[in-house]
C-alpha cells in the first residue's frame, strides 16, 4: 500500500489545489478561539489551516486579521511582529500590514515616487474573517463566492450560552471526523463495564451495540437514527453530519446540554479538534463549565503551548495532556474494573484509537484503509465518504456544492431518546421540535442509497 | 555510498519477504520475556520484529498469542485493547480474537446468516508461540517448515539458573552480532588500564590485542578459538555461534557462569538485544543476580519503558540508562585512569560504538561497511558474513538452511581457559566435555575455509 | 518551490564538490574555540564543518588535530577514543591516530612483514590546524594552495584583549551571514521603543531606518557605509565584509571595543556562528567580559552541549538559552513598552528571525528566496550574493579567488561616527586611520555597480 494507491487520498489531502482542500474552501471554517485573541493589540497567534502558515492577529480596533506567516520582504516570520496601531509589523526592517493583508509601511526606505504602488505590490495573503459563537472564522476560497456563516444555532447565542474549545489531533481529519458519525462505538469505546442493571446511567442504555441504523442526506450532509434495543423500548439517538466535517451529537437522553464537534484540518496529517456546548434556555451553569473544564467528555484537558512540526513550522494551539507520547494515560486497573478503555475522557479515548491507527507508510497520521473490514455499522462512514468524494470530484469539474448555499439549514441538533416508534421517519417527525430537523425532499435520488439497515 | 550500492543491504534488510527476513523466519526467535506478560489477561505489550508490527498477549488461560498489532475492522491498536476472556477485544468496537489471531466476536452487527464465515474472514495475523526459559518465543516462517525450539541448554533448566534480560539497541542488527564474534576488541573495549601484574583479573589474560583464531564451521554456525600469549600458557577462549544471531561467550576462566546474547531486529535500523546468564549445577545466588542487574557485563542497566519511532509506531520494551542521547554516560576522567572506555558496562561500552558508527546516508544505524579496513582478527566477521550471505542466497532459490533442523546441537558453550596446549583441535577435543562442542564432520566441504589463522 | 528551482542553492549548498563547498575550502575557517581543548590529551570534540564529520584534539604535547570523525578500521566512532601519548585511539580495537591522521598502531593484530605499508593505508582524513587568537583554524582546501591565515587584527592580540565565542546557529549560513551586511535591520530589530529624546543612547541615533548606503568592493569582500539624518549631522556606520563569511561591524559611537562575527557552515542547514570584541590599547576590562558574558550583543547566552542530527550525528558545541524551541523567550511586555522585539540580545534577535523564516519545503532552514522582495537598503546583501556567485563560479572553472592572497588587507574594521562629511569616500578618506581600511583600486572594473544610492 503506497500513497498513490490510496484511493482515499482524494478526501485526505486538504493542501492548495487539492480536490478536497478546495472543497473546504468553500465552507467558513473555525480557526482559533475568541478568547485567544483577547483584546486589541495583543500577541498574534501561529495557526496552520489546509497546510497554509498563517498568523492571526487582533488589531488596534478589535479586528482580527489572518494573514500570511512571513512577511513577503526578506520571508521572516511575522509572528515576532508588533502588533500596534491597526497593523502587525514584522521586527525585522519595520514592514507592516494590516488585517486586510495590505502593506501600510515600509520604514526602511525613503519613500520613492512610486510608493503607493511599492506598497501594494507588497500585500500579503489574507482571508476574510468573522468573529461569532466564541470562534473566529475564516474564509479561504474565492472572494466572489463567500458563503453566509454557517446556521448552527449555537453561533448566534449568548456568550454564557455557549463555550467552545479546540485542540491539537494528531491524525488526518477523516479518521476523526470518521469517529463522529459512528454510533456503534459508543457502545463500546465511551462506555463503562460492571455498570449495575439498577443504574440509571446512559451506558446502560447503549449497551445494544448492534443498533439499527438509518440515514437520510440532505442538503447540509445527512442525519442518522441508531435504534437501540432497551427494555421493550427503542434507544434513539440521531446524529446530524453537516457538510464539510461537523457534527451534532446527542448526549444524554433530553440533556438541556447540547454539543458537537468539528474538525479543521491543520495539514494531511494533523487537525484541530473544535467542540461546541451550549443551552439554549438559560446560560450554561458553574457546573456545566466544570464538567466542560474536567475533560470528560470534549474538550481534553489541555494546557494551551506550541507545537512543533517535523519541518519546523510552529502552531500555537492547545496540547491534551494525555496524548500518545503516554499512552493516553491509560489505567489498566481502571480498564480491569469499570471502564472500557482505562482511558479517561471521551475525546481521549477517540484520539488513543484514531491517532494510533495503522497509518499508510510515509504518512504517518492517515490511516490505511486499503484493508479495512467495513460492516454495517460503517453505514454512516461509507455514505459520509461517497457523499465527500463525489463533493470534491464535481467542484473538480466546476459544480459547486449545495451544502455551502444552504447555511440556513445547519440549526440542526442530534437528540436523544427513549421511544416506542421503531420506524425512524415515524420518530423523526414525532420529534421535529426538538431536533430542528429538515426534511429530506421527497423525490430527491439520493434517498435510493438510504434504505434502512 | 548509497543503500543501492551497499553489497551487505541481503544482511541487512530484515522485512517480509527479504532474503535475510526469510531466513531469520525459518527459526524460532526471541520476542520478549515471560515475565513481561506475569499473569492471565495481564496488559498487552506492543512488539515490532522483523518490520513486523504486533501485539503479545496472556489469555485467561495463560496462553500467549502474538497477533497482528491492529484490528481489520477499522484499523485500531489492538494495544488499547481489553485483554479478557480468553481473549483481546479491540476498544474501538469490540471485535475480539483469541490467541490464534481467530476472530471470536463481532458485536457491532446483529449476527448474520453467514456469521462464521465472516468471523473467519475477520481473523488476523498470529504467530507460533512457546514459552521456555523465561522466554516468549515466537516463530513467523511457514507452519509446515515449523522446527523445534534451538536446544540451548539453559532453555530446558530450572527458573533460578537462568536470568534472561532485554533491551533496545538502536542500531542494525549485524553490527550487533558482529561484536559478539569480534574477540580482539575484548583487549581493548572492555579492558581496564593500570591493571597492576599481581591482578589475576581476566582483563590481564586478555591483554595480548593480537590473538590467533582458528574457526570451524558446524551445522548450528561456527565455533572458534582464540588464543592469547600469557605468561608461557595459552589464555584460550571459545567462543560459539549460533545462527542466525546467537552467541555463547565466555566470561572468566572457568567460569560456573555462562553467558550468550542474541539479537532480534525489530527493523533495518533498531534490535532487541537479548542477554541470558545460567549456571548448570546450583541456582544463581543472590550475589550472582546482583551482579546480573548491576549492568557490569549485561544486560545494561535499563527501564521499562516505551520507544516512539518517527513514523509513529510504538513499542514496549527496556531502555538502557546510558545510550546515544547522554554519550552512553562517559566518565573521562575514569577513563584516563582505569577503564578504556570510560564507560561503565560490557553492554554500553558494545552499544556505544555500534550505534554511533558511521552510517549509510539515510540509514541510521546501518553501519557503511564499503569502506571498512578488515584485518586478520576479523575472521569471523567475514565467515560469518559469507555464511549468512550464502544461507540467504541459498534460501531464496528453494534451500533450506540445515541449522533449523540442527536444534539439538545448539546446546554449546563459549568457555575460557589457560593452557599449554597450542592447537585448536587439540585444545577442543582436551575440553570437549566442558563445551558440548559439536565436532565438525571430517569430510565437510566448509571446512576449507577454515585454516588456522 | 522546489530546491532545483533554487537559484540560491549554488550559495546555500557547502558539502564536498560544491561550487560554494569549494570556496569556503580556500579559506582558513574558524573551528572551534581553543578553550574547548585546555589541554593535552583532554577529551576530543565532535565537529562538523562543510558536511563533514570530524573530531578535533589536543595530543600530548599540545598540538590540535582535526580528522575523520570514524576509524577506518570498523568505522567506530573515534570521539569515545583515548587521547593518549600522542595520539587518538579509538576505543574499538586500539588503532591509533596523530594529529595528522597519520595511522600509527594496529595493536590487534601480530604485526605482518608490511606493516608499515598497512598503517598507511590505514591512514585517515585530516586537515591542516593553527592556534591564534583563541580560536582552532582549520584549512580543508588543496595543501598546495593553503594560504595564511586571514590577517584579522585581533587574531594576533594577547589574550587579554580578546574575547571570541561560539553557538549552534539553525539555519543556513547564508542568510545568518547576512544578517551581518543589512545596516537597515537594526534600526527595527534591535533597537528600543520609547527611548525619549534626550538619551544619548545609540538607538536614538539609529533611528533613521532609511540609511543611505555606498558600497565599495574591494579584494577582501566590500566595505560599505550607512549614513542616517541625524539633528542636522549625519550618523554613519561602516561594516566591512570579508570574504567569505566575516564581517566587523561598529558598535557604539568611537567605542574601544570592536566586534565582528562569522558565520561557518555546519551543513547546509546548521551553522556555527563564531563570535569576537576585543580592544587593541587595553585588556578587555572585568566589566567588557561581563557585558559579553550577558549575552546582550553577542555570543548569546548559551550552555555547552551537545547537539543531535536528525540523521543520527551528534557535534559539541554551546546552544543559546533562548531557541526555537522556546519562541527565544520573547516577552510581549517587554515588547509593548520597551524594546522592539521583546528579545533579549542582539544574537537573539537576529537568530530569531532568521531560524524562523520561511524555508524552502523539504529544506527546513534554508530561505525560500524566490519570493523575496528586495529593496534598496538591501543593496549590500544582493552584491554580497553577485560576488559569492561569482567567485563560486569562477571557481568552478578554474579561477582561484583573490581574497585568499589578500589575507594581509582584513585588518579591517567597522566603525560609527556622527560626522558632517555627506560623502562617503570622502568619510573614508577622512577616518582612514580609525579604520584601517583598504582604498579600492581607482581602475577596479567592479566599481562601476557602486554607485551610491
Known amino acids: 500500500m503506497t500513497d498513490r494507491d490510496d484511493p482515499y487520498r482524494i478526501l485526505t489531502a486538504v493542501g492548495p489545489g487539492t480536490p478536497m482542500g478546495n472543497l473546504f474552501r468553500r465552507f467558513w471554517l473555525p480557526a482559533l478561539l475568541s478568547e485567544e485573541l483577547p483584546k486589541a493589540d495583543c500577541p498574534p497567534i501561529r495557526i496552520r489551516i489546509l497546510c497554509e502558515d498563517l498568523v492571526a492577529f487582533r488589531d488596534s480596533n478589535g479586528r482580527i486579521g489572518i494573514v500570511d506567516a512571513y512577511c513577503p520582504h526578506r520571508r521572516a516570520p511575522l509572528f515576532f511582529g508588533r502588533n500596534e496601531q491597526c497593523g502587525l509589523r514584522c521586527v525585522y526592517h519595520g514592514w507592516k500590514f494590516d488585517v486586510n493583508g495590505e502593506c501600510v509601511d515600509i520604514p526602511n ?9 511599492l506598497k501594494q505590490k507588497a500585500s500579503i495573503k489574507s482571508y476574510s474573517v468573522q468573529e461569532s459563537g466564541g470562534i473566529v472564522w475564516v474564509y479561504m476560497g474565492p472572494k466572489e463566492l463567500m458563503p453566509e456563516l454557517p446556521g448552527m444555532e449555537w453561533v448566534e447565542l449568548h456568550e454564557k450560552q455557549v463555550k467552545c474549545s479546540r485542540w ?3 491524525s ?7 469517529g463522529e458519525i459512528d454510533t456503534s462505538h459508543i457502545s463500546f ?11 440509571p446511567d446512559w451506558q446502560r442504555l447503549a449497551q445494544d451495540g448492534a443498533p439499527q441504523i438509518t440515514l437520510r442526506e440532505t442538503d447540509y450532509g445527512f442525519v442518522y437514527g441508531s435504534r437501540r434495543n432497551f427494555e421493550g423500548q427503542y434507544f434513539w439517538r440521531v446524529t446530524q453530519w453537516m457538510l464539510p466535517m461537523w457534527s451534532a451529537v446527542p448526549r444524554s437522553i433530553d440533556d438541556p446540554i447540547l454539543a458537537g464537534r468539528a474538525w479543521v484540518p491543520i495539514d494531511d496529517y494533523t487537525t484541530t479538534g473544535f467542540g461546541y456546548v451550549y443551552t439554549t434556555e438559560r446560560p450554561l451553569s458553574t457546573r456545566d463549565l466544570e464538567e466542560v473544564a474536567s475533560g470528560e467528555r470534549f474538550p481534553p484537558r489541555s494546557q494551551k503551548g506550541t507545537f512543533r512540526f517535523a519541518h519546523g513550522y ?13 499512552d493516553f494515560l491509560i489505567d489498566r486497573d481502571l480498564q480491569a474494573t469499570s471502564s472500557f478503555t482505562g482511558i479517561f475522557g471521551v475525546n481521549e479515548q477517540d484520539r488513543a484509537l484514531q491517532e494510533s491507527m495503522l497509518s499508510i507508510p510515509g504518512h504517518a497520521g492517515i490511516v490505511d484503509r486499503s484493508n479495512e473490514r467495513l460492516v454495517k455499522s460503517d453505514l454512516p462512514i461509507m455514505i459520509a465518504r461517497r457523499v465527500l468524494t463525489r463533493l470534491a470530484k464535481d467542484l473538480a469539474q466546476g459544480s459547486e456544492p449545495k451544502a455551502v448555499s444552504s447555511a440556513d439549514q445547519y440549526g440542526v441538533r442530534g437528540i436523544a431518546k427513549l421511544s ?7 420518530f423523526m417527525h414525532a420529534h421535529a421540535n426538538s431536533m430542528r430537523a429538515v426534511e429530506p425532499s421527497a423525490g430527491d435520488e439520493r434517498s435510493s442509497n438510504l434504505a434502512s439497515l
Open 420 to 426: 416506542p416508534i421503531a420506524d425512524f421517519d415515524e
Open 172 to 178: 488526518n481529519w477523516l479518521q476523526a471526523a470518521e
Open 189 to 199: 469505546l465511551h462506555s463503562k463495564v460492571n455498570v449495575g442493571k439498577d443504574s
Open 314 to 326: 510552529v502552531i500555537d494551539t492547545y496540547l491534551p495532556d494525555a496524548n500518545i507520547g503516554n
Open 168 to 170: 491539537l489531533h494528531r
Open 109 to 117: 526606505i525613503v519613500p520613492p515616487d512610486n510608493f503607493a504602488a
